[in-house]
């Protein structure tokens, strides 16, 4: 029987543009076609940070300025980012498959994710979304508008939205019969759509799920055997940036915690990364989780890279 994986996308990673986005995506499609050559079952999530802020922001310009452009809230912004974030990965990874000759199915599943409505990242806005801005820039836009920001990781400044825990995934259901008929499934797209659950049925609310931890439900709903995290490096970092930084080959649960009190990870960049990675380990004691870059993900399967978080 194949081992079902499930990888994690970041949305920084596809580009900021649908144009660069398209020349992206060939690349982003080799290295997980990969995967389905060595046989595994794919399942694939994605973020979505600056597209979704593109959009919204566009959308409110348009809006401003008169241009018959109606309010979008964020809910219907996160729809339209696995629409069209969904099509570009399938029609990449379809062109990647048929070059090599393998014959699969590939699919975009527009996915809402229950969350509590008084979930306390509501009150705490952490997940960055849209454009990097100079401190000066992220001043004067909250000064004006109200928004949120927060540095990101040494790379500027970003608006930051609630980013309440995923609770339950919708559409599992479909999800689960699609992998078991043999398509790879693009799903939770962001983190999937924030919906909560109300006595007339499913209501869209202001926020943006992280990518992680929505890919690492759907690996413990779907009894994953593995979860991958891609990002920007081939493995986790202590003390990250600085003279006696050290790679993590892997860690524990109790590594995991002791760093994570220790305040070694970055909000909004490795920490909900690592978090996901607990929670899926809990969940799925007999699974493991990675985290390590796209190009290197093969390698890290087969132990030459990455770092493994066990239970």
Request: contains cysteine; hydrophobic residues 40%; aromatic residues 6%.
């Amino acid at each position: 029987m194949a081992e079902r994986i499930v990888v994690a996308l970041g949305g920084n990673a596809l580009g900021r543009t649908p144009t660069e986005q398209l020349s992206l995506v060939r690349e982003t499609a080799r290295p997980l076609v990969d995967l389905v050559e060595k046989g595994y079952e794919l399942v694939i999530g994605h973020g979505n940070g600056p597209q979704v802020g593109m959009i919204n922001l566009a959308m409110e310009y348009s809006a401003q300025k008169g241009g018959g452009t109606p309010f979008m809230p964020f809910a219907e912004c996160g729809a339209m980012t696995q629409g069209y974030i969904g099509y570009h990965l399938q029609q990449a990874l379809q062109e990647e498959l048929r070059r090599r000759g393998i014959r699969k199915e590939v699919v975009t599943l527009v996915t809402q994710v229950v969350v509590d409505e008084n979930d306390p990242g509501f009150q705490h806005p952490t997940k960055p979304v849209g454009c990097f801005y100079t401190r000066d820039q992220a001043e004067k836009m909250a000064a004006n508008k109200g928004l949120t920001f927060m540095e990101d990781a040494g790379r500027g400044y970003r608006r930051v939205v609630p980013s309440p825990i995923p609770r339950r995934i919708v559409e599992i259901n479909v999800v689960d019969q699609l992998v078991k008929s043999g398509v790879i499934v693009i799903t939770v797209g962001g983190g999937g759509i924030p919906v909560v659950e109300t006595p007339y049925g499913l209501r869209g609310v202001e926020a943006v799920i992280d990518k992680d931890r929505a890919s690492s439900l759907l690996a413990r709903d779907l009894h994953a055997d593995r979860l991958i995290i891609l990002t920007a490096v081939d493995r986790v970092c202590v003390n990250f940036g600085k003279p006696d930084q050290r790679e993590l080959a892997e860690m524990s649960i109790a590594d995991c915690q002791r760093y994570i009190a220790e305040g070694q990870f970055a909000p909004g960049s490795m920490l909900p990364k690592v978090e996901a990675c607990l929670d899926y380990v809990r969940g799925n004691p007999e699974g493991e989780a990675l985290i390590t870059s796209l190009v290197r993900a093969a390698d890290a399967l087969e132990g030459r890279t990455g770092t493994l978080i066990r239970g």
